[in-house]
């Protein structure tokens, strides 16, 4: 398969000032720090972690909305990185995003019609006419009523905003849209109408997706592949099945184990684990593996060596996680963390 967009080595540090008795400097936010991942054209790569991790932030690394610190991104064959403004407007065209709360994205006292077609106005040279009708299209395909076209946002309920905001992402045919937290603003019952509609737009134009959530339950029935995010890094990647069934970093085992099985199928039910503590704070992460505070299967090695992203226990190549300890099928793994620095 053909690699759509590659990230090597990304990092993306954001200066805070000193405060108080922290110290006059001020110090460096580690949101994204060293990532490195392929995503392929025409999947759905899910992207997963607690809200702290760098997910977001690395999403708008890619969409250029940030600039990188370090390492590179390639779209398409081609050094995005460092593009001047005017060279990337066309591969903007190509890399779009959705949001996770549609209404914050959409201006109150401007129509919908010339919100959807706003991208037509800023890129394009259409008549006005000729916008209508591909705005009305667009309104359409999203299950939208092309006749609302001169409502307002807040004419429209949350599941119809969003498919607002669908429609003006694809309204320049992009190759790839990443996806923040789509659905998790909007009613449990709404959120399988928006799933089905990327799923059917995805068949539809060809799409791929990043998809990102901060839990597993709804990436596990969207992604192709999953990759796991801690502390600015990723920490385990592989195909959803996989990761699903063995998952070998402890932290996607713990994510794991929180989400109910529906699944009559699957195996029972995997106990949940507690994790002790929150996230540490991005601006000094934990030496050695960052998630050894509250790792259930931490050593004294842990805190001393960093683990790299590889395959484990004699996974295959598309299987990675960075860990000295992965979990072994049946293992059984402390239900509560201990913390080893206490
Ligand atoms: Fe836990 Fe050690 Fe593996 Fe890190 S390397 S996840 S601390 S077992
Ligand atoms: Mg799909």
């Not at 996806?179 to 709404?190: G, K, N």
Request: aromatic share 6%.
């Amino acid at each position: 398969t053909e690699t759509l967009l590659r990230l090597e080595n990304v990092y993306k540090h954001f200066h805070v000032r000193g405060t108080g008795w922290f110290g006059r400097g001020g110090s460096y936010v580690h949101a994204v720090d060293g990532v490195s991942l392929d995503v392929r054209a025409g999947e759905t790569l899910g992207l997963v972690g607690e809200t702290g991790c760098g997910k977001s932030t690395l999403a708008r690394c890619v969409a250029r909305l940030h600039d990188v610190t370090d390492g590179s991104i390639v779209f398409q064959g081609r050094d995005i990185t460092r593009l001047p403004a005017r060279k990337m407007r066309p591969v903007r065209q190509d890399i779009q995003m959705i949001f996770q709360d549609p209404y914050g994205s959409l201006n109150p006292r401007r129509r919908v019609g010339s919100i959807i077609g706003d991208p037509f106005a800023i890129h394009g040279t259409e008549s006005r006419r000729a916008r209508r009708l591909r705005v009305q299209e667009l309104m359409e395909l999203v299950g939208l009523n092309p006749e609302h076209y001169n409502r307002f946002p807040a004419d429209f309920s949350g599941g119809q905003r969003q498919r607002i905001g669908i429609a003006r992402a694809l309204a320049l045919r992009p190759k790839m849209i990443i996806c923040d937290e789509p659905i998790s603003a909007l009613d449990v019952s709404i959120q399988a109408q928006i799933i089905n509609l990327l799923a059917d737009l995805q068949d539809e134009l060809g799409l791929t997706y990043v998809f990102i959530a901060h839990d597993l339950s709804v990436v596990q029935h969207v992604s192709d592949r999953i990759a796991v995010m801690y502390l600015g890094q990723v920490v385990e990647l592989a195909p959803t099945d996989e990761l699903m069934n063995r998952p070998r970093h402890p932290y996607t085992n713990a994510l794991l184990s929180a989400i109910p099985v529906a699944d009559p199928d699957r195996a029972e039910q995997r106990e949940r684990v507690v994790l002790a503590g929150d996230m540490p704070s991005p601006i000094s992460p934990p030496e050695g593996c960052r998630f050894h505070p509250r790792c259930p299967k931490a050593a004294p090695y842990c805190v001393e060596n960093v683990p790299l992203l590889e395959p484990r226990l004699g996974d295959r190549d598309d299987h990675v996680a960075s860990c000295h300890f992965p979990v072994a099928e049946g293992e059984d793994i402390a239900l509560e963390s201990p913390s080893i620095d206490e």
